[in-house]
């Protein structure tokens, strides 16, 4: 595959998976949206620590796909979720790479502004999610699929409008997404940073 972009991970995700038995049949669902410019962009993205958004979005996305598998779950709609998931626009943590792209993608670095509770990244990013999800990739969304992305950050969803998970593919994102994040957490203080509740320069 090739790619527009180059990428912020010192691996390339797919490279790793590729010798898995699932693989072809995960890849065969998430093709396109893979090869998208515009999700080619999040491989810029900074994420958890020096993670991209591409690199997390395809682990979630292949974890909760065999997840599925194993237990008779509707896969694709969770390849296509763990996939879409993170598909924010605004990027909460800034970098040199945020440079090549337009301003829309890093302005609430350009326009700071105190944010509410409610405003921060942990709250917003899901409804940004499905939102820049319904603009790029609608053909392939579903009343599970999209109420498996704005909830993905439950408990924290219960303070948004769609406040909880309301289905398995809802559930099985809800679960993955928690557990690969917490392998990148190294102290209990970080938690904070990682949901998108206080800026790097805040723990310091």
Same mark, same amino acid.
């Given at each position: 595959?090739?790619?527009?972009?180059?990428?912020?991970?010192?691996? =390339?995700?797919?490279?790793?998976?590729?010798?898995?038995?699932? +693989?072809?049949?995960?890849?065969?669902?998430?093709?396109?949206?893979?090869?998208?410019?515009?999700?080619?962009?999040?491989?810029?993205?900074? @994420? @958890?620590?020096? #993670?991209?958004?591409?690199?997390?979005?395809?682990?979630?996305?292949? =974890?909760?796909?065999?997840?599925?598998?194993?237990?008779?779950?509707?896969?694709?709609?969770?390849?296509?979720?763990?996939?879409? $998931?993170?598909?924010?626009?605004?990027?909460?943590?800034?970098?040199? =790479?945020?440079?090549?792209?337009?301003?829309?993608?890093?302005?609430?670095?350009?326009?700071?502004?105190?944010?509410?509770? %409610?405003?921060? @990244?942990?709250?917003?990013?899901? %409804?940004?999610?499905?939102?820049?999800?319904?603009?790029?990739?609608? *053909?392939? &969304?579903?009343?599970?699929? #999209?109420?498996?992305?704005?909830? $993905?950050?439950?408990?924290?969803? &219960?303070?948004?409008? %769609? *406040?909880?998970?309301?289905?398995?593919?809802? +559930? %099985?994102?809800?679960?993955?997404?928690?557990?690969?994040?917490?392998?990148?957490?190294?102290?209990?203080?970080?938690?904070?940073?990682?949901?998108?509740?206080? @800026? #790097?320069?805040?723990?310091?």
């Amino acid at each position: 595959m090739k790619y527009k972009y180059n990428c912020i991970d010192e691996k =390339e995700i797919l490279d790793i998976y590729k010798s898995d038995p699932n +693989f072809k049949s995960w890849y065969k669902i998430v093709r396109k949206i893979l090869h998208s410019n515009e999700f080619q962009k999040r491989r810029l993205f900074k @994420h @958890h620590e020096f #993670e991209s958004v591409w690199h997390h979005s395809i682990i979630v996305s292949f =974890e909760s796909y065999k997840y599925a598998l194993k237990r008779g779950f509707n896969a694709e709609n969770c390849a296509i979720a763990g996939l879409l $998931h993170d598909f924010y626009t605004r990027v909460w943590q800034d970098g040199i =790479e945020m440079s090549i792209l337009d301003d829309k993608y890093r302005d609430r670095f350009i326009n700071v502004r105190k944010t509410k509770l %409610v405003e921060k @990244h942990a709250f917003t990013h899901p %409804v940004e999610a499905l939102d820049n999800a319904r603009i790029y990739f609608k *053909k392939y &969304l579903n009343k599970d699929i #999209e109420n498996a992305i704005v909830t $993905h950050m439950f408990p924290l969803s &219960l303070l948004n409008k %769609v *406040k909880l998970p309301n289905n398995t593919t809802s +559930f %099985v994102i809800t679960y993955i997404d928690k557990k690969v994040s917490m392998n990148v957490i190294k102290s209990i203080k970080r938690i904070l940073k990682y949901t998108g509740l206080v @800026h #790097e320069k805040e723990l310091n």
